[in-house]
């Protein structure tokens, strides 16, 4: 895996919808681990969903119910459906992919196990 490129932040109205995607640029036959994590201004890094094939796909407890991660294993395009966006969903969104299942990379708290990242997009909720 050469590249991750996230694309579709913006900046939107409380209760508005957006998609994220984040496309796989080189060889993504090995990775079993993607993950979406947002950073907010002054805060740390934190875990937004997973997806992998042995646990399916998890969220945290912020965007559970509003939030929907999935790929497209075409092309190993990973996807974040964000429905009923809240003012505190804002931050800067990466992409974040492994080699390992989610259930070893995603127990490193902040992303640290995960070795490939993209470069982020910006989402920006409006009250």
């Known amino acids: 895996l050469a590249q991750l490129i996230e694309s579709g932040g913006g900046s939107v109205q409380s209760g508005a919808s957006l998609t994220l995607s984040c496309a796989s640029i080189?060889?993504?036959?090995?990775?079993?681990?993607m993950a979406w994590f947002r950073q907010a201004p002054g805060k740390e890094r934190e875990e937004v969903a997973t997806?992998?094939?042995?646990?399916?796909?998890t969220y945290a407890d912020s965007v559970k119910g509003r939030f929907t991660i999935f790929k497209d294993n075409a092309d190993s395009t990973l996807y974040l459906q964000m429905n009923n966006v809240k003012p505190e969903d804002t931050g800067v969104y990466y992409c974040?992919?492994?080699?390992?299942?989610?259930?070893?990379?995603?127990?490193?708290?902040?992303?640290?196990?995960?070795?490939?990242w993209g470069g982020g997009t910006q989402v920006s909720v409006n009250s």
């Open positions: 974040a992919a492994e080699v390992l299942r989610c259930s070893i990379v995603a127990s490193v708290a902040g992303g640290g196990g995960f070795g490939y």
């Open positions: 080189g060889d993504t036959y090995n990775i079993d681990c």
């Open positions: 997806i992998d094939q042995y646990r399916g796909t």
